[in-house]
């Protein structure tokens, strides 16, 4: 079993910027990738960004290129997000999630953190 918790979030006015958290423990070593998730009221949760644990390729979302950057340790088991240029289509529930192989669902899930941006 793997275990996630997400810290970081918050408010922020249109423009500016968050650092979000994720750290996990437990069987850390089958992680394949780590990545985050959002989900916004009425909304479906959709792909934000994902670095793999190892070789620490990254992917976005194109809604996010260019002003979200994601990022792990150098013991590879606590990744960040950093958000700049915040909008409030960016305001959602965030979830750190990671997966033991390259293909298929993710296994595990944080409990979320709200990220809220205002105009």
């Known amino acids: 079993q793997v275990q996630l918790v997400e810290s970081g979030g918050g408010f922020v006015q249109t423009g500016g910027s968050l650092r979000l958290s994720c750290a996990a423990s437990g069987r850390t070593v089958n992680i394949y990738d780590m990545a985050w998730f959002r989900q916004a009221p009425g909304k479906e949760r959709q792909f934000v960004a994902r670095i793999k644990k190892y070789s620490g390729i990254t992917d976005y979302a194109d809604s996010v290129k260019g002003r979200f950057t994601i990022s792990r340790d150098a013991a590879k088991i606590t990744i960040d997000l950093q958000m700049n240029s915040l909008n409030v289509e960016d305001t959602a529930v965030y979830y750190c999630?990671?997966?033991?192989?390259?293909?298929?669902?993710?296994?595990?899930w944080g409990q979320g953190t709200q990220v809220t941006v205002s105009s």
């Open positions: 999630a990671a997966r033991i192989s390259s293909y298929g669902d993710y296994n595990y």
